[in-house]
C-alpha cells in the first residue's frame, strides 16, 4: 500500500504479510487475507484513494534471483487484465543475502502492456 508523491513516483506506507498460505518456494496470492490490511489502510487514509491505494503485491525469494518467475508473470498479468478494472499492479520481490544484504527489485504490470522492471529508491 502507498502514497502517490508525484506522476510515477510512490512511496511504500505499509504492507501485509501472509504466513498462512505458500511455502518457501511457492507464493500464493490470497486477497481475502489481506482484506482487513487494507481495510484499516484505507481508513487510517481517509479513504484518498487519489493519494493512498493498493500499489500490488510483494514476496521473497530467499533461494532465487529477485527476478520474478513465470508464475509470478502470469498472475500479476491476470490481475491487472482481468475484470476488476485494475489498471497497474506492482510486484516486489526481496531477497536477504549473507545475512546482511538486502536485495530487491521491482516490477510494474501494466494493462495490455509488457511487464517492465523499475527503480527502486530509499
Given amino acids: 500500500m502507498g502514497e502517490q508523491v ?3 513516483h510512490f512511496r511504500i506506507v ?5 504466513d498462512k498460505t505458500g511455502t518457501a518456494a511457492h507464493f500464493v ?3 481475502e487475507h489481506h482484506a482487513e490490511a487494507l481495510d484499516r489502510f484505507f481508513r487510517k487514509t481517509g479513504s484518498d484513494f487519489k493519494r493512498f491505494n493498493y500499489l500490488g503485491e510483494w514476496h521473497s525469494h530467499p533461494s532465487f534471483s529477485v527476478r520474478p518467475s513465470h508464475e509470478d508473470i502470469m498472475s500479476m498479468q491476470s490481475l491487472v487484465n482481468g475484470e476488476r478494472d485494475i489498471d ?3 510486484l516486489l520481490i526481496v ?3 549473507y ?3 538486502f536485495e530487491a527489485a521491482a ?3 501494466v494493462r495490455h502492456a509488457a511487464p517492465g522492471e523499475v527503480a ?3
Fill in 107 to 109: 516490477y510494474m504490470f
Fill in 99 to 101: 545475512i546482511l544484504r
Fill in 95 to 97: 531477497r536477504l543475502r
Fill in 88 to 90: 497497474f499492479s506492482a
Fill in 120 to 122: 527502486l529508491t530509499s
Fill in 14 to 18: 505499509d504492507f501485509s504479510v501472509d
Fill in 6 to 8: 508525484a506522476p510515477d
Fill in 29 to 31: 496470492r490470497s486477497p
